[in-house]
């Protein structure tokens, strides 16, 4: 299948040069060029099948033509190692809990798989060494670290800002050694992500050494997030709930919501989408005003959707044909304040002993607040309470324990290098690798 950019300025590229480049030489984001629609059996029989199962037939629809069956089962069967439960919360709403991978959060799916399609490219190839730059403002950077841990043929650069993510987050990409080198950026992560981009485009790094990023700009980050949308449908058929579905997702730089969108596309039965913010609420003004005006980002208890300005914004514009009208039919949005988190994590675990984290409390709220009495609604829970432990505490007024995996991370020695958010100095560090 070939790739095209939402600029449309660049050639087509093949799904090996989307994934090893990342960012299209306009600057533009790589779409495919073609959306399958599965077929009817399958949706008839997705209730009966399992998440592995589920994941390959979508995972086959985008990277069939690619990878050959064998090499492609493997790496979603080797992705998918974990379970991702349906958990009923209270009345009509469900939490798919997508934080039981190995750093709990939700960007362990995509994150494991980006680094088995690379390695699968990279041997194939027999490719020089690639280096994966990736900005975080909380889960991304861990999910990824620990997804291309020791894989052979590939370095991470792991950008973050100073401050603004939480120490146990923290831990999990600093104390890993290895291939990953943690930068600690004197910045905002807009800042970080920044560095990213404008390292994709110039001209010194990229003849210096091969250059991918694996946040979600990257189509082999994002797209496998579909798998799980799938499969919270199908365990709601399961239990006989097939009509008027709403999925709402906390959302930061929509790479989440965007592969739910496509599910959508690939005739996956939600009939809305909510996109959930917190205090960055530009998704929630263009929805509001048909203007998307990007700003700098506030910082929030639920940090990992600090952003102020939404990389996959441009997929969704163009996947609806860049129609205000369009994009408002399916998806509807909503914006909370710390003050406002904080009361429905409290009043969630007090009323139904379900615990939630920052980001997840953003879309449990969105549901008890816009969910109609005939709609079942789905939201995602992004990643285990013990990661915003200190926060959560002062709010539920109770211990959080830290799950043994947590822990294990917490023992190590922190490793990072110090970067100013100026261009010339992240550049200069990388010519010296």
């Not at 280096?131 to 792991?158: K, P, Q, W, Y």
Request: net charge neutral.
């Amino acid at each position: 299948m070939k790739y095209y950019s939402t600029n449309k300025k660049a050639d087509k590229a093949t799904l090996q040069q989307a994934v090893v480049k990342g960012l299209a030489a306009d600057k533009g984001l790589f779409m495919p060029e073609v959306i399958k629609h599965l077929p009817d059996s399958f949706f008839e029989n997705m209730k009966d099948m399992s998440l592995q199962e589920i994941a390959y037939v979508v995972a086959d629809a985008f990277f069939g033509e690619d990878v050959d069956a064998e090499s492609l089962k493997k790496i979603v069967y080797d992705t998918l190692s974990f379970d991702i439960p349906l958990t009923h919360v209270n009345d009509n709403i469900y939490s798919l809990e997508l934080y039981h991978g190995p750093t709990l959060a939700f960007k362990d799916v995509g994150a494991r798989f980006m680094s088995r399609l690379l390695g699968y490219f990279i041997a194939k190839e027999g490719q020089k060494e690639v280096n994966v730059l990736v900005a975080t403002s909380g889960d991304t950077g861990s999910a990824v670290a620990n997804g291309f841990l020791g894989v052979e043929g590939i370095r991470v650069f792991v950008l973050y800002p100073k401050g603004k993510v939480s120490p146990i987050q923290e831990c999990q990409f600093t104390t890993l050694g290895k291939n990953i080198t943690a930068l600690e950026v004197d910045g905002v992560f807009d800042d970080c992500q920044a560095l990213v981009k404008s390292a994709f485009m110039d001209a010194d790094l990229n003849a210096h050494m091969k250059l991918t990023s694996a946040n979600s700009i990257n189509v082999a980050r994002f797209l496998p997030q579909a798998f799980y949308y799938f499969y919270a449908v199908a365990q709601l058929h399961k239990m006989g709930k097939k009509d008027n579905i709403v999925i709402c997702v906390p959302s930061g730089n929509f790479g989440n919501i965007t592969a739910g969108l496509f599910g959508k596309r690939m005739g996956l039965p939600v009939s809305r989408f909510i996109a959930a913010n917190n205090r960055n609420d530009i998704f929630f003004k263009y929805l509001q005003t048909g203007k998307y005006e990007p700003k700098p980002s506030v910082q929030t208890i639920a940090n990992a959707m600090d952003v102020g300005d939404p990389s996959n914004f441009a997929r969704i514009y163009d996947l609806y044909g860049e129609s205000h009208a369009e994009i408002s039919k399916e998806i509807s949005g909503c914006t909370y304040t710390d003050e406002q988190i904080a009361e429905t994590l409290a009043d969630c675990y007090k009323k139904t002993g379900y615990l939630l984290d920052p980001h997840g409390a953003v879309g449990y709220r969105a549901l008890t607040e816009m969910l109609k009495p005939n709609e079942v609604g789905v939201f995602l829970e992004t990643a285990h309470p013990a990661k915003f432990k200190d926060t959560v505490e002062k709010i539920i007024k109770d211990e959080v324990k830290i799950p043994a995996k947590l822990q294990e991370f917490m023992k190590g020695k922190k490793q990072s290098v110090a970067m100013t958010k100026n261009f010339d100095d992240f550049k200069k560090f990388l010519l010296s690798k």
